[in-house]
T-cell receptor
Framework: DADVTQTPRNRITKTGKRIMLECSQT?????MYWYRQDPGLGLQLIYY???????NKGEISDGYSVSRQAQAKFSLSLESAIPNQTALYFC???????????????FGAGSRLTVL | GESVGLHLPTLSVQEGDNSIINCAYS??????FIWYKQESGKGPQFIID?????DKRQGQRVTVLLNKTVKHLSLQIAATQPGDSAVYFC???????????FGKGTMLLVSP
């Protein structure tokens, strides 16, 4: 089983619908992240959580919300989806314990969302 | 596979050649730099990192070079193989306690 699991892997929805993307991890990491990837734009940070009680906005949080239900679960919601939210979404985790080096992320396989 | 490579700079090499992928970073306060590889249909995977107090670090078939004077980072892949075909991202990190900032990526295409 994957260390970081995202569901669904693919979703097509209509404008105005509420969508939730779920992420769970078995790595025991305390930090979790949601990124958006568009062709040619790299990875943009939507929200991140450094522990269960900590939620922070990233660079493109408008139109999105998150919930950290447990250390292992971090979900991303689009309350009213719009076509320009069509993108590939990645969940990632990292471990703050004993960090003496870089904040290395472990990514899930991605969730492709299409909003019509 | 996922079309993450659209509009990306592309490097095309022959199998067995050495590849050099470049990255310019923006924040002179960044303390760590990381390279990720993203294959079609998959999430990015960690390759190697380097701290700002180093100018070179070697891994298995990969070497990362850091030039802080011009804020430039490069990833060298020796004896490139078809399995190295992917999009490569650099990322910078001020410390282990901050989030990463990713570059836009470079697509590496390896021909047999």
């Amino acid at each position: 089983d994957a260390d970081v699991t995202q569901t669904p892997r693919n979703r097509i929805t209509k404008t105005g619908k509420r969508i939730m993307l779920e992420c769970s991890q078995t790595k025991g990491h305390d930090r979790m992240y949601w990124y958006r990837q568009d062709p040619g734009l790299g990875l943009q940070l939507i929200y991140y959580s450094f522990d269960v009680k900590d939620i922070n906005k990233g660079e493109i949080s408008d139109g999105y919300s998150v919930s950290r239900q447990a250390q292992a679960k971090f979900s991303l919601s689009l309350e009213s989806a719009i076509p320009n939210q069509t993108a590939l979404y990645f969940c990632a985790t990292s471990d703050s314990q004993g960090i003496t080096g870089a904040n290395v992320l472990t990514f899930g396989a991605g969730s492709r969302l299409t909003v019509l | 596979g996922e079309s993450v490579g659209l509009h990306l700079p592309t490097l095309s090499v022959q199998e067995g050649d050495n590849s050099i992928i470049n990255c310019a970073y923006s924040n002179s306060a960044s303390d760590y730099f990381i390279w990720y590889k993203q294959e079609s249909g998959k999430g990015p995977q960690f390759i190697i990192d380097i701290r700002s107090n180093m100018d070179k670090r070697q891994g298995q078939r990969v070497t990362v070079l850091l030039n802080k004077t011009v804020k430039h980072l490069s990833l060298q892949i020796a004896a490139t193989q078809p399995g190295d075909s992917a999009v490569y991202f650099c990322a910078e990190n001020i410390s282990g306690y901050s989030t990463l900032t990713f570059g836009k990526g470079t697509m590496l295409l390896v021909s047999p």
